[in-house]
């Protein structure tokens, strides 16, 4: 694995109608890049994840996995607003010399897709195989595939969706609002917030995961307890993990990053921007997904025009695109080695197909 920086020293507007002056990416490749260039898997990143795939997606990227570097060169960037190797907050604002913190500016899905694809010009890869990504890692890869509708030959998307929905933005304004509670939050030092983070990712992990993973993994120890319940533990130990790697202030912009996903933004309505897309597509939905469930998938599938829909089990809910690996594996490769078969998209409509409002 080669771990990389690209730095676009220009400014970079933004949809919000501010800019960056200039960024950096971290990147990770691994494999070789083939001649006619054949063999590029892109993978997007989710939430907190980083450039290193074969790191957070050890079972689908790595020697003897179905994206090979025997086979495929992939490539995978950490986007902007993160915190490993890129442009986020914690960088240096070359206006003020200190670190953004609070005033690093409003970034969006489309942003972030911009700046990947100027590092994909920089390294002058013309097509990209396949394109793959969970959850906001989904969102990039839907929306490179519609801002450049020629470049993606495979796109997928796994428990993604075309926009966020209510529940997901309630979800995330309530971790922001426990962010907010943290009487540090407002201070200008990299560690301001951290504890309400920490209540923030615990929240979070309610609607990455389930009743059924909870009951199942953090069970009761004995009829007798009145207290210091496993599932309490687990909730307080998953804030601490994040805390270890994460910042309060990545966690607030990329939360709003997923708030304001909405691939109709300024393209007449939801339905024409999927319309867009070009790639052969297969959309994975998780039965168990609570913060984006395969109703928002049914409805990529059944608007992207040459789509495939396919739904696995996971215990895990939402967070089963970093886990299940073997039934990911099992679709993936009954979908690329069939040829560009005839689209089959669920008939049931969803409450995106009903709100006008949304299209
Ligand atoms: C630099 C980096 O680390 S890059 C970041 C890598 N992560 C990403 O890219 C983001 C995507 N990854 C994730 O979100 C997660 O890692 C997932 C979804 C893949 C897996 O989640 P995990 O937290 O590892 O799994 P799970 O929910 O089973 O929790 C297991 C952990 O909780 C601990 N745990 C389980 N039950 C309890 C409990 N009752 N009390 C306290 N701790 C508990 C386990 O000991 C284990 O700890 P460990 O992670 O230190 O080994
Ligand atoms: N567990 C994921 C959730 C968001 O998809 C992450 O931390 O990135």
Known sequence: MNLNYFDYKYSFPLESGESLPGFRLAYTTRGTLNSD??????VCHALTGNADAGDWWGGMVGPGKYYDPERKFIICANVIGSCYGSTGPLS??????????????MITVRDMVA???????ELGIEKIHACIGGSVGGEQALEWAILQPNLIENLVLIAASAIASPWCIAFNEAQRMAIEADPTWAEQRDDAGLAGMKAARAMAMISYRNYDT?????ALDNNEQLDGFKAAGYQRYQGEKLADRFNAFTYWVLSKVMDSHNVGRNRGSILNALGQVKART??????????FPPSEQQFLARHIPNAFYEEIDSLYGHDGFLIEFKPLTGIIRKWMASAASAAVVPTANSLLDSNQSVK
């Open 282 to 291: 297969l959309v994975v939905g998780i039965r168990s997904d609570l913060l």
């Open 92 to 105: 240096v604002n070359p206006a003020t010399g200190r670190a953004y913190h609070h005033d690093f500016p």
């Open 115 to 121: 700046a990947l694809d100027l590092l994909r010009q």
């Open 37 to 42: 260039q054949s063999n590029v898997v892109w």
């Open 214 to 218: 909870y009951g199942f993994t953090q």
